[in-house]
């Protein structure tokens, strides 16, 4: 077995794209050696700013020798009555490079045909990485190559040495116009001279000792754990988004986190501004203090071992310090200005050109959330109010230098305008979820203005024919969709999406001059949830057994969806599955009006008696449990079904000759069915 190495060395690579780049190449490496048959003991990926590198430990030297099989044309079609090969055989022969005589025969169950069979010896190992390496590289996620000298490469970044070792020897190749070696490089600053790679077991101790800690992962947990420690010794608590931590170890090869400080008069600016400064524009991790509030200090992390950290320190105070005092103006000169009074201002900023400016859709909202308010017997006129100022925030000086405080600064200055605090809460909570698993809103009016918000959108951008086309979603309507749903699911709010669909329709006909179906938008809707329950680990079986009787209530289905995965835990489940199934079948096949009344009269078989008496038993049961929507209970109870409906099939013929008896027993079926299918439809398990 033998070791391979390869490493790209390039320059500064796109921080955020880093992870990405190095798992794709990676990736890459590890295909190109299955589809050649070579599988190794592991693969381990490097990731630097500088540099992309994979190890392969443990690979045969060797690919196992093959066998080549090739069919040809049919016997009966390559030979002649006399026996001699005919064109076709003879074509098929030449293309192989043998005689018709070398050639052999394979039976099957559908004939025989001529074949042709060559042992293919195995190449060795090092011969074929550089394809792979190079096959690799070509695929890589870039979405803009460039190109660099005289050359024709293009790649995300100029590419300056490659190493390439098959334990400790070279594997001479070239690759995008660089010739491979076994020369690297160590730190830009501290150790820029030419490192010889001994090996592939060797490359990160050496690069290590070179101040280049080249595993992502390594450096990332170094990077967390300095900078908690630091933190602690502040008396304080990192700010470290997962995405920042990624950013930050793509950018730095040899991780020194430094201490800043801030004037302590910035803590007046609220501290959503002060963090977004740091996090997005330098880098720097936030400290906040037991109590979750900001402190006069943060954390960078340097790329450097300088023999003057406060150098270091007081330079990125400098940097910080004007971005705070932008932040301080425009915090000091919104305030000036309450929301209601931008509110006219939304007039100038166009929503949708059919659907109006922001002014327009924000009295949709507020008659929608007035509507959702007195459906949930909530206070419609704070719904009204926070709809009404739901979108002010969005022409102020902080929202328009950050854009991602929409919502958050609407917060703050609706607090000092004096609104109730309600409505405050409900403008920051009106954009949750604002990703795939955040927190939902808290408070009613919250929920209500989050959940109008995105269904006059859906309904909106569905009504002038825009809905999402493959990739292209310019209006977030699956993320409004998905975060609809969470919010009438997860909130438990009892309301119907047929009626705030057709309500928010109505809202749209002065702008549309009509009002819109709704119908589309509502199978969009409800679409979401396949990959909602998913995401849950629940069959896409169950979702569709529900959702094949298109309930339009969110919690209702969930409490269905709920009820049928605990049903199918049942060992009655499988034999009632069949059972629904077996019915649907022969009930599908009646012509004309299905029967309904069960006459007890004409019940003559003992197991047909004993099913309807069963089936009214249990409809006394469960019809009772159905009207409250515990359908669990429900369907726990119809569970015991399952010994009188088998017996039934068992005994019972359906089809039978005299028309009374057999409508009789449909009437019985479709009565049975009928009890399943006020949950879910169980045939389609």
């Not at 809460?425 to 949750?432: G, H, P, S």
């Not at 977030?476 to 699911?489: D, E, H, T, Y």
Request: hydrophobic share 45%; with cysteine; glycine share 6%.
């Amino acid at each position: 077995m033998i070791d391979l190495l390869v490493e790209i060395g390039t320059e500064e690579l796109p921080p955020k794209a880093l992870p990405t780049l190095s798992a794709a190449f990676t990736d890459g490496i590890t295909k190109g050696l299955s589809d050649a048959g070579l599988t190794p003991n592991e693969v381990i990926a490097y990731a630097a700013p500088r540099r992309l590198a994979v190890w392969v430990k443990g690979v045969a030297p060797q690919q196992a020798d093959q066998i080549i099989e090739k069919r040809g044309p049919a016997i009966k079609g390559a030979f002649d009555a006399a026996g001699n090969p005919t064109k076709a055989a003879l074509a098929f022969a030449n293309s192989c490079g043998v005689e018709v005589a070398d050639l052999g025969k394979i039976e099957t169950d559908k004939g025989a045909w001529l074949v042709f069979r060559q042992q293919q010896t195995g190449q060795a190992t090092t011969a074929l990485f550089p394809a792979m390496v190079e096959k690799s590289l070509a695929a890589l996620p870039i979405p803009k190559r460039m190109r660099w000298g005289s050359g024709t490469a293009e790649f995300v970044r100029p590419i300056h040495w490659i190493v390439m070792l098959a334990d400790n020897a070279v594997i001479n190749a070239n690759i995008m116009g660089i010739p491979s070696g076994c020369e690297s490089r160590g730190h830009r600053f501290h150790a820029p001279a030419a490192i010889t790679i001994t090996s592939p077991a060797d490359y990160a101790t050496q690069l290590g000792a070179a101040f280049v800690i080249a595993r992502f992962a390594a450096r990332r947990e170094l990077i967390r754990s300095k900078v908690e420690a630091l933190a602690s010794e502040l008396g304080g608590k990192a700010i470290m988004p997962d995405e920042l931590l990624d950013e930050v170890t793509a950018l730095v090869e040899w991780p020194v986190p430094v201490a800043g400080r801030f004037e302590e008069r910035f803590l007046d600016v609220p501290q959503e501004a002060l963090i977004s400064t740091m996090q997005d524009n330098q880098k720097y991790f936030a400290l906040v203090d037991a109590n979750g509030k900001l402190m006069p200090n943060f954390i960078t992390v340097a790329n450097i071992e300088s023999r003057d950290v406060t150098q270091i320190s007081s330079g990125n105070e400098r940097v910080i310090r004007p971005r705070f005092s932008d932040a301080e103006f425009f915090w000091t000169q919104d305030k000036k200005q309450t929301l209601e009074s931008r509110r006219e201002g939304l007039k100038t900023m166009v929503f949708q050109q059919k659907l109006g400016s922001l002014y327009d859709k924000s009295a949709r909202v507020a008659k929608l959330a007035g509507y959702i308010a007195q459906q949930l017997d909530a206070d419609a006129s704070l719904a009204v109010r926070a709809a009404e100022l739901g979108k002010c925030d969005l022409i102020t000086n902080m929202v328009f230098e950050f854009t991602e405080l929409q919502g958050i600064m609407g917060r703050y200055y609706a607090t000092h305008d004096g609104e109730a605090a309600e409505v405050a809460a409900a403008l920051d909570e009106q954009y949750m979820p604002r990703f795939a698993g955040d927190e939902l809103p808290q408070s009613k009016t919250g929920q209500i203005l989050a959940l109008a918000e995105r269904l006059d959108t859906l309904a909106g951008i569905f009504g002038v024919g825009q809905k999402p086309t493959g990739a292209k979603d310019p209006f977030g309507l699956r993320r409004a969709a998905l975060g609809a749903l969470r919010l009438l699911i997860e909130k438990q709010l009892p309301l119907d999406l047929t009626d705030l669909l057709d309500q928010a329709a109505l809202n749209l006909t002065e702008q549309l001059g009509s009002k819109p179906a709704t119908s589309d938008t509502l199978d969009y809707i409800l679409d979401r949830l396949r990959g909602y329950y998913q995401e849950r680990g629940i069959g896409a079986d169950i979702v569709e057994a529900v959702a094949t009787l298109k309930p339009s209530q969110p919690l209702d289905f969930d409490r269905r969806v709920k009820a049928v995965a605990a049903f199918r835990q049942l060992t009655a489940a499988e034999s009632l599955a069949a059972a629904n199934k077996r019915i649907s079948n022969i009930l599908k096949k009646v012509e004309g009006e299905l029967p309904t009344r069960v006459e007890l009269g004409l019940l003559q078989e003992p197991a047909e008696k004993a099913l309807a008496d069963a089936v009214f038993t249990q409809e006394n049961q469960v019809l009772p449990l159905f009207a409250v929507g515990d359908y669990e209970a429900a369907l726990l109870s119809l569970a015991s079904l399952r010994e009188p409906v088998d017996q039934f099939f068992t005994d019972v013929m359906v089809m039978a000759d005299d028309m009374a008896l057999r409508n009789n027993r449909l009437a019985l079926l479709n009565h049975l069915r009928g009890l399943f299918l006020r949950v879910a439809d169980l045939s389609v398990l």
